[in-house]
């Protein structure tokens, strides 16, 4: 229970404090970086939703993120939809391509295969965009792209992509800890036992898909109007690595670890432009080494840390108890 | 209640069940033994939907079963364990239980109710993958059982147990039988153990049925003994 | 020659070897029975140093080998001939004899081997060129026999040779195994379901129940009876 | 007619490179069944380390590949033993490798980058002229080019079928603990498989750099057809893997004569998501 609170307490402080964060003197620039923050953390806690809970080993899902904001764009733009339609819709959207170009060959497919079809399938994105110019705005990209309200500012955006991150992060908490969550897990640690149980395979991870594709599409529509623009580089390998890197390093498979995760990548690698044209190799080392060496990510640390706090109040107590 | 009938299944060019055909009872426990590589492990496969029979058919309750998925077998009341303790390890014993309780079932309250039956209350929270390997096949048999499943069937259970852990064990299938009227099916090397627990049993021998009949007569049979003891030794047991 | 004490094996969490102490002789035939899944694969296994022994001692020539990995053990003229074959499929039958001689001890010796391998087994020798993928299951137990013997090996221990063979096929390999120990003199540490014909050609047998070692008699004192009593 | 024949010729060539390219991913596949998602770096480094030794020290073409090679199996090797080996060990290995390349592919993606920058580079033909033979047209150098893919496969093909170390590792590929039966030792193999593996990527890295400009980015798009060719020929399969590579270098350049060279892209895809649906294992299956 003392666990408990601890941990609430300092959520609720968390909390408290983005919420505040504009009228302590936020600059514009910080606003931005917490923008990110939010919709990093999103597409972050969706990826892992289906590499760390269900297992799938999904490389594509930068690439969910691109249908959702090019689809939430052309709306916007193209045919003047407002921005509480496109989020939804733009999510809609991409569930229904991912799922059925991807979900449902990647359910006959096994282990190597899907990272295979995920990352050809988002690699083939950009091609699929410099052809069709005239509606995506080819190499250029999308720009331009209507806020959510007219004259928004970053103070706007930012709570309506906070809004926006607490409300996702709520639905994944809630799945994670559903018995649809439960089923994720339990493929993933024995697969037939699940199924010789009743779990329907097929159905279980056919939802990953749906689910994990609607939030992520919907992320990329925040992300496009909450930013104003998007064009193939945003969804290029940088982004991919920044996120498999919050994953990583946040820690597979547990609900905070990717939102940590995207905390320290988001915020770093901003003091990693300082190093300028050697970002991205530090980046990819920062991944093969938390790979190698610490497979369990920043979480486990924390747990660990817990442990022997825990442990040494116990200690502390009981001879007076 | 339960019949298999003709069963064949080949990998390729290997067969692993030729025409495999046995019944089981309403409530009975029933035996399979068999050397190694004989298709113990397949046949469990085959009847829990894994492997789809290359042919021959499979009834539950008079309903043909045959090329159900391992899910819709499940919900029909058929549950099984593997040989390989197969816990979900990062679930708590008691949401192994509810995987079982919540997709085989549908009914929620079935994990508290085998929580008690198996007198694993005291290990509720503890995750699956801290336990001995007793307790890990006890989760293993309460996720099945949390199905409400009428028939189960347990894919040599008892192996890696020490005496006393077999003794507890066979005690509690055999009230899980008696008190709860589950039809039980079970694959076991030791044969004693099998002969003392099992009035009925059938015994395969590569992939065919060696063996169909009473526990008691399995000693005095001489295939049996040829295939536990080779060629010339069967002649020494019929005396 | 092999000489284990008090070997303690794992899989996991299962325990499948209970403090298990055997010895083999030189020139000796001993026969390893026993009901199944009651830990004689794994323990030839972790002799030969596929499934590593959480405690005990193999002594091999006077030499410690528990624990090292199954190429170092393969050098010392150790070969395991595995009840699953695990043969190379899409390769011909002469590679897989070939790779049998892979460790650099048996190389000067291929050809006396080879020649050995096709004098026990005539079959292999029309069957060279053929891919493995290909054979009968005698055949392919054949290969698996002669590709142990290519390694110019002083001790074969063989994993249910006879298994899941026609009554003929079962015959000849017997015969195989008792001209390999006649005529090369070889040691030999035989798991088999064929009791009877087993025991015909040992000089020793263990029996192992319930991953220990159950009983020890020499070979002409033991009774079928005795064996089959121990199995029920 | 003419453009026909001249667009099997193009397609011919490309098809024989794109198969040097596959071979060392689908070869470390066959034997580890680690799939390396690093691949096309692989493929660069080697060409610009060529590249390096040609141009900026003069050292003679023979020379500088060989150099060039021998740096690559001991950068493969390396590779193996400090990362890959310990990452095999653990339960998620085969996911873990696949992240683990990709971190080291951009890593070494941008080391290259920083070292040579930016701008595109091409490794000089090796001859000059052109075979004109009525209305064909071949550089000698493309020609050049087949003749040293082909005796590269064969060269490849007799050393897995008559070398010691290569009989080893098509007995790894096939069974592992057979291979563990006979004292073959397993690591080693692997260390070795890399090592070679690496060798004929940074060899093919070479043929490519003097037939496409070079970048440091270029070897994602040669990993991506890679990763199309290899599941085309059946994961681990070495002629398999040629086979398919010679079928899409010419549907790609038949592809580019009819439809036009933006359609080429799309086709590799509908074809990958084709055999991947009908025949996961590969149009050609078979093992090493």
């Known amino acids: 229970m003392k666990n408990l609170n601890w941990k609430s307490l300092l959520s609720i402080v968390v909390i408290a404090f983005i919420l505040l964060y504009p009228w302590l003197g936020a600059s514009s620039y910080n606003k931005h970086l917490f923008i990110l923050f939010f919709i990093w953390s999103i597409v972050a806690a969706n990826w892992n939703l289906m590499m760390g809970y269900a297992g799938i080993n999904s490389l594509g899902n930068i690439g969910f993120m691109a249908i959702g904001g090019y689809t939430a764009g052309i709306l916007a733009k193209s045919f003047g939809v407002p921005a509480f339609l496109t989020v939804p819709l ?51 990209g999308l720009h331009e792209i209507p806020p959510f309200y007219p004259g928004m500012d970053k103070t706007g955006a930012y709570y309506i992509c906070f809004v926006f991150f607490l409300i996702v992060l709520w ?85 905070l670890g990717p939102i940590l995760g995207a905390f320290v990548i988001v915020f770093g690698n901003e003091f990693l432009r300082l190093a300028g044209t050697l970002r991205l190799t530090l980046l990819g080392a920062l991944i093969c080494t938390i790979i190698l060496f610490y497979p369990g990510g920043v979480i486990q640390f924390i747990t660990a840390l817990e442990h022997r706090v825990e442990a040494l109040l116990k200690r502390k107590t009981s001879p007076a108890a | 209640m339960f019949a298999v009938q003709d069963i064949s299944k080949s990998f390729g060019k290997l067969v692993a069940l030729s025409n495999v055909s046995f019944e089981v009872e309403e409530k009975e426990i029933f035996g399979i033994a068999g050397p190694n590589g004989a298709g113990k492990s397949t046949l469990f496969n085959v009847i829990s939907g894994i492997y789809a029979p290359t042919s021959g058919k499979i009834f539950f309750e008079g309903k043909d079963i045959t090329n159900a998925k391992p899910d819709q077998i499940c919900r029909l009341g058929i549950a099984r364990t593997f040989q390989i303790p197969t816990a979900f390890h990062t679930l708590s014993v008691y949401d192994n239980l509810r995987v079982g309780a919540i997709f085989g079932a549908r009914r929620p309250q079935s994990a508290d109710e085998v929580l008690e039956l198996l007198g694993l209350q005291e290990v509720r929270n503890r995750p ?85 009949g009473a526990s008691s007569g399995v000693a005095e049979d001489r295939r049996v003994v040829e295939v536990y003891l080779g060629g010339k030794g069967g002649s020494h047991a019929h005396r | ?206 029996l192992m129940k319930k991953g220990q070692i159950a009983f020890e008699r020499k070979g002409k004192e033991i009774q079928v009876e005795e064996i089959e009593k121990a199995y029920f | 007619m003419e453009n026909f024949v001249n667009a099997l010729i193009s397609g011919l060539i490309s098809g024989s490179l794109y198969a040097a390219m596959a071979l060392g991913l689908t070869i470390i596949y066959g034997v580890s069944r680690v799939f390396n998602f690093g691949h ?71 080391v290259v980058l920083q070292v040579f920058g930016p701008r595109v580079k091409s490794i000089p033909l090796l001859v000059e002229g052109m075979l004109k033979v009525g209305f064909l047209q071949i550089n000698w150098h493309e020609l050049l080019l087949i003749a040293i893919v082909v005796i590269a496969i064969t060269a490849l093909s007799l050393f897995f ?21 006979v004292g073959i030792h397993i690591e080693q193999i692997f260390g070795m498989t890399f090592a070679l593996a690496f060798v004929v990527t940074g060899f093919s890295g070479i043929l490519l750099g003097t037939k496409y400009y070079l970048n440091p980015h270029i070897g994602w798009e040669w990993m991506v057809k890679g990763f199309v060719i290899v599941t085309f020929g059946g994961l681990g399969s070495t002629s398999g893997a040629v086979v398919a590579a010679l079928i899409l270098g010419l549907v790609e350049a038949i592809a580019t004569l009819y439809l036009g060279a933006i359609w080429v892209w799309p086709i590799w895809f509908v074809l990958f998501l084709v055999v991947l649906l009908l025949r996961p294992q590969g149009i050609l299956g078979g093992r090493m």
């Open chain 3, 1 to 206: 020659m092999l000489t284990v004490k008090d070997l303690v094996c794992y899989y996991g969490d299962l325990q499948v070897l209970r403090q298990v102490s055997l010895h083999v002789e030189e020139g000796e035939v001993v026969a390893l029975f026993g009901p199944n899944g009651h830990g004689k694969s794994t323990l030839l296994k972790a002799i030969c140093g596929l499934q590593p022994p959480r405690a005990g001692s193999i002594q091999f020539r006077g030499a410690e080998i528990a624990g090292l990995p199954a190429h170092q053990i393969v050098e010392r003229g150790l070969a395991y001939i595995p009840e699953e074959r695990h043969l190379f499929a899409d390769m011909t039958v002469l590679e897989n004899l070939y790779l049998g001689a892979y460790p650099r001890h048996a190389r000067a010796a291929v050809k006396k081997n080879l020649e050995f391998v096709f004098h026990i087994f005539p079959r292999l020798a029309e069957r060279r060129n053929q891919l493995c993928s290909t054979l009968s299951g005698g055949e392919a137990r054949m290969v698996a026999i002669g590709r142990g013997l290519m390694s110019e090996t002083s001790l074969l221990m063989v994993d249910e040779p006879s298994i899941g063979l026609s009554p003929g096929m079962k015959m000849a390999v017997f015969d195989a195994i008792r001209q390999i120990h006649q005529e090369r003199g070889m040691t030999i540490l035989i798991v088999e379901q064929e009791i009877q014909h087993a025991l015909e050609m040992s000089d020793r047998i263990y």
């Open chain 1, 90 to 140: 733009a999510g809609l959207v991409t569930s229904v391509i991912v799922t059925v170009a991807l979900g449902l060959p990647a359910l006959r497919l096994s282990g190597i295969y899907i990272a295979l079809l995920t990352l050809i399938f988002a690699d083939s994105l950009p091609s699929v965009l410099t052809q069709t110019r005239d509606i995506t705005g080819g190499a250029m």
């Open chain 4, 40 to 110: 096309g770096v692989i493929a660069v480094i080697g060409a610009y380390l060529t590249w390096y030794l040609l141009s900026a020290l003069g050292v003679p073409f023979l020379l500088a590949t060989l150099l060039s090679m021998a740096f690559m199996a001991i950068f493969g090797f390396v590779l193996y033993r400090l990362t890959i080996n310990p990452l095999l060990k653990k339960p998620n290995w085969e996911f873990s490798t696949v992240l683990f390349m990709l971190g080291a592919g951009i890593l070494l993606e941008n």
């Open chain 1, 171 to 255: 639905i994944i908490y809630r799945v994670i800890h559903s018995s649809t969550g439960m089923a994720f897990i339990a493929l993933r640690d024995s697969e037939n036992f699940a199924y010789c149980l009743g779990v329907n395979k097929f159905k279980e991870r056919l939802k990953v898909f749906a689910l994990s594709s609607l939030l992520t599409g919907a992320a990329g529509a925040v992300y496009v109007h909450a930013l104003g623009d998007i064009s193939p580089t945003t969804l290029g390998i940088e982004p991919f690595l920044l996120t498999i890197a919050m994953i990583e390093l946040g820690g597979v498979g547990t609900f």
């Open chain 2, 128 to 212: 699956a993958r801290n336990l001995d390997l007793y307790t890990t096949k006890l989760v293993m048999l309460g996720a099945a059982l949390a199905t409400d499943c009428k028939l189960l069937m347990l894919d040599e259970p008892m192996a890696g147990l020490s005496m006393v852990e077999i003794q507890n064990f066979l005690e509690i299938v055999q009230r899980i039988n008696q008190e709860k009227g589950i039809t039980i099916i079970i694959i076991e090397h030791l044969l004693d153990v099998l002969i003392s627990l099992t009035k009925r049993m059938l015994i395969l021998s590569d992939g065919q049925v060696l063996y169909l």
């Open chain 4, 161 to 181: 079928k008559y070398s010691r170390t290569g009989q080893a590792m098509r007995a790894v590929a096939q069974s592992i603990p057979g291979a563990q039966v």
